[in-house]
């Protein structure tokens, strides 16, 4: 597709969804809901067909030399698409936000003032990898009463086509317009860079990818942009700590799945506690394959024990590094005050974590890590929409205006004032 043809593209997608906004933003909750319930129905009875589809672009990427945690991050496995599935219906069952009317209050004058929940309207969304994504974003975009604008990566381009079809074919089975949910049919990166400078048809972008999509498209945008760059996310094993729960949960916060931004990629471990933990995680890892890369001081712990382990000597820019692998960067602090600082200088205030029985060390990490989403006691794997009860997420937000953590449904709504009157005059 050439130059000129991409933008034309651009331009009738954009005029599409804009006019499909407004039908969105008056349709009932009855219709979208039903849109979504289709949806999941579709997703189920096309399991095997979408297993076609999504091989071809597995085996492309394959041939392309693409690194293995990225294939993976590719497959629509029946579980991906019955996690699909069930965020459609969990969004179905979840009540319409879209109109509330918040903090209605009478002033002096006799009016009431308050603000009602909307739509944004348009967004444009922007991924690599995850073919999963685009359920993800149109089942948000239906139940936000929003249009939106989807740019899958060209990895897997054929699974998202099949995706779109059937995400026209349920918007369409409940009386809404087919153009709600748009998908750019070409791979041709001069789409992206039209997408992004259309801020008469689309409201806000929200890129889902690599640090340098991300950076590209915050720097090159004409439209409002929420996004994250990167998920340098850190797992701290206090003092205070259950042994045997830490080992569990930094074993699967870092090993249940390499390839996502929630994935623990820093251990921060507790000198008092080091002794005992360090050596047990180590043999976790060993076991699994996942490479230690570690401070001098916990280097020198896990090489001196009764059964050495291979480690290697951590470098300053591994405390910045999103790994996406099996590689971890290991680091004993004095305790938490040091964490803490740690984590708000090297971390991308995406999700982090606290292993403790201490509440007043707990409750002061909670308020004092400047990140997305802060945890106790639990596995950095879980900061996801679905996992939070928001039926489908359409990405992770570390900025910290309009949206923040994963972002669902309020997300993608705005506030607009609104005033009852019964015939007040300002005097």
């Known amino acids: 597709m050439n130059a000129l043809n ?57 041939a392309a030399g ?47 003032v308050g603000q009602m929940r909307v739509p944004i309207g348009v967004f444009g969304m922007i991924y690599e990898s995850r073919p999963n994504v685009t359920i993800e974003a149109a089942s948000l975009s239906i139940k936000s009463g929003n249009a939106c604008i989807l740019r899958g990566g060209s990895e897997a ?23 709600a949910v748009q998908l750019v049919p070409t791979t041709d990166r001069a789409a992206v860079g039209q997408l992004i400078t259309m801020p008469q048809y689309v409201d806000v972008i929200i890129p889902r990818g690599g640090k340098g999509l991300i950076e590209r498209i915050s720097a090159e945008a004409k439209v409002p942009v929420i996004k994250h760059l990167d ?37 921060l471990v507790a000198r008092g506690v080091a ?69 708000n200088r090297y971390g991308s205030h995406h999700t982090d974590a606290i292993l403790t029985r201490d509440h007043v060390h707990a409750q002061r990490f909670l308020r004092e890590v400047d990140s997305a989403s802060v945890m106790v006691n639990a596995s950095t794997r879980f900061a996801d929409g679905f996992e939070y009860g928001l039926g489908a997420e359409i990405g992770i937000s570390t900025d910290k205006f309009h949206a923040r953590g994963p972002v669902g449904i309020e997300g993608l709504t705005s506030l607009k004032w609104v005033v009852l009157g019964e015939g007040e005059i300002r005097s």
């Open 66 to 112: 693409l690194a293995e945690p990225m294939v993976d991050r590719l497959k629509l496995t029946p579980k991906v698409l019955e996690t699909c599935a069930q965020g459609c219906e969990q969004l179905a069952a979840m009540p319409d936000i879209i109109g509330d009317i918040v903090g209605l209050k009478q002033q002096p004058s006799g009016i009431r």
């Open 231 to 267: 998920g340098n996310c850190h797992t701290y094993v206090d003092d205070s700590c259950d042994l045997d729960l830490a080992v569990k949960v930094v074993d699967n916060a870092k090993t249940q799945k390499y390839s996502p931004c929630n994935a623990t990629e820093s251990l």
């Open 157 to 179: 381009i054929d699974s998202n086509k099949a995706l779109a079809a059937l995400v026209r074919q349920a918007l369409a089975a409940a009386g809404l317009p087919q153009e």
């Open 6 to 62: 991409v933008a034309e593209t651009m331009q009738l997608l954009g005029v599409q969804a804009r006019q499909a906004s407004s039908a969105m933003a008056r349709a009932s909750t009855a219709a979208r809901n039903q849109a979504l319930r289709e949806l999941a129905r579709l997703l189920r009875a096309h399991t095997d067909p979408l297993q076609i589809d999504n091989a071809r672009d597995l085996e492309r990427a394959r």
């Open 275 to 343: 002794q005992a933990f360090l050596p047990r995680i180590a043999a976790v890892f060993a076991s699994k394959g996942v490479e230690m890369r570690c401070d001098a001081e916990s280097a020198a712990l896990l090489r001196s024990g009764a059964t050495p382990f291979s480690v290697s000597d951590a470098q300053e820019s591994d405390w910045y590094e999103e790994y996406l692998a099996p590689v971890i960067s290991i680091k004993m602090v004095a305790g938490l005050d040091e964490a803490m600082e740690h984590i």
